[in-house]
DNA sequence: CGGTTTTATGCTGAAAAAAGCATATTGTAG
DNA sequence: CTACAATATGCTTTTTTCAGCATAAAACCG
């Protein structure tokens, strides 16, 4: 399923869902990352401020790509993003 | 035309063909972005090592947004019967 | 060709993120 | 409720990125 992310609460949330899916711990996604717990957790919070390479790093881990699209105005909100 | 992004490279050739497409130079991308257009060079030709809010920054000034999408697993209906 | 714009590269110091560790908070079974 | 697992927060040190400036190397155009 395909997520916008256009903030880094949208990606957080998007690396969250994927991670929950394969039922992983965020230790375990970190160490298949090769981040640390702490770090994950501040991605998944949406906390600004990570490196392109560690959200590349979590990508692999879970299998997830990004892809660049021009903005269409059919912006389909994420339900995190209303509270 | 989405472009996937699974590398630096590959992030920084969608950067550039967006930019080319409206017709701007780094320094004017880099001004738009609040950047400054050395870091739009080292961005577009693809070294690694940049934060996730200089793309965002980048994202924003070229209208462009970041879909998050599963690599395998499940069945992508767009695009697999084309080749 | 020469001159101008654009893009790439190389420094330094300042700012920011990550590592590493400790610990608090929350969630979840039993 | 209790105990354990998972997640979030805080701190210091190390590592990395960015700004800022200079300049080299291309690309463009008369």
Redesign the interface.
Known sequence: ????????RQ?GA??QR?RKQKGMSQTELAGLAGLRQELVSKIETGQ??????S??AL?AAL?????????SGKSAPDIEDIF
């Open positions: 399923m395909a997520h916008i992310a256009r903030s880094s990606l998007a690396i994927a600004e401020g990570t490196r392109l390479s959200i590349y990508f299998d997830l790509e990004m892809v660049i699209d021009q903005r």
